[in-house]
């Protein structure tokens, strides 16, 4: 397939949303284009991945208010319903669905707000590690710890917020009571000491609450034709998305299922902490290739 991609953008009445599409529209192969989709990454982070199916056309995009996509809305809140509804605009655009959706992090909350008020726009979901707090045994302790990281980043700026949700995200098990009771030293992870100033972190100032605190609609998504495939990564384990990720799959009746690496295994090189995009590729290819009958 020709390594071809177009930069286009969809007009909705309260945001535009830039997105790429790599190879052709309408697919040659009969297959429908596999969108992928983060929350906060935008499509940057998708590069690697969507170079290594070059069998398929790939569709990435940047959620309203992230890198390229503009909002209009007079909101700054990140909001998976909002965003679902986005998503529903956009497979309409490309006029191909239901699409096949890899969805990461926040990006596969999204997915699962998308699959429950549209099912007919996805065939297979692939759903990579949501933040769920809200199906966690120890949601009200996770919360807790949502909170004290965002109060250290309001108190002290990136660094010791950053540190703060290293340490939140690296805990294996369930959450103590005293979570965050010590404040890390941002030096530790080689992160800056110094306050900035800057206080518009998606994933440290509250903007995406709405992301962690959503509830799937669990009885829809099992109802819905999309085969949900609930994911997370090797290294992930007993950590809280492994966890939140493992819950949901219990609740859908569905066992988890295991990708390579970590959170975001799936960059390469100069994308955050790298991956293994290629050992992550096959197994989603894997993934996809036995709902396509491949």
């Known amino acids: 397939m020709t390594d071809t991609i177009s930069t286009q953008h969809l007009e909705l009445p309260t945001a535009t949303l830039a997105y790429d599409v790599h190879g ?16 906060p990454m935008d499509a940057r982070g998708f590069a690697t991945l969507a170079s290594l199916f070059p069998e398929r056309t790939v569709v990435t995009y940047d959620p309203r208010g992230l890198a390229r996509s503009t909002r ?57 590690e949501p933040p769920l707090l809200s199906v966690l045994p120890d949601a009200e ?91 997370a990564g090797i290294e992930s384990q007993d950590l809280v998305t492994w966890r939140a990720s493992a819950a949901l799959a219990a609740a859908l009746g569905t066992e988890l299922t295991v990708f390579p690496s970590h959170h975001a295994g799936f960059v390469g090189p100069g994308f955050g902490q790298p991956g293994q995009p290629e050992a992550f590729a096959a197994r989603l290819r894997e993934v996809l290739g036995d709902a396509a009958g491949h």
């Open 24 to 39: 052709p529209l309408p697919t040659t192969d009969g297959r429908p284009p596999l969108l992928m989709i983060g929350q």
């Open 72 to 128: 209009r809305d007079g909101s700054t809140r990140n909001s998976p319903t909002q965003q679902a509804d986005d998503l529903h605009h956009l497979v309409a655009r490309l006029g191909a669905g239901p699409v096949d959706l890899f969805a990461s992090s926040g990006g596969a909350v999204t997915a699962l707000a998308l699959v429950s008020e549209h099912p007919e726009d996805v065939r297979t979901l692939v759903a990579h």
């Open 141 to 231: 302790r996770a919360f807790a710890a949502e909170r004290r990281v965002q109060q250290q980043y309001a108190a002290h700026g990136w660094g010791a917020g950053m540190a703060m949700f290293i340490a939140f995200t690296s805990v294996r098990g369930e959450l103590g009571d005293d979570f965050g009771a010590q404040p890390p030293d941002p030096a530790v992870f080689g992160l800056p000491t110094q306050d900035d100033g800057s206080r518009e972190d998606p994933l440290l100032s509250g903007v995406s609450d709405d992301v962690t605190a959503y509830r799937p609609d669990v009885a829809a998504l099992r109802a819905a034709p999309t085969r949900v495939v609930v994911a």
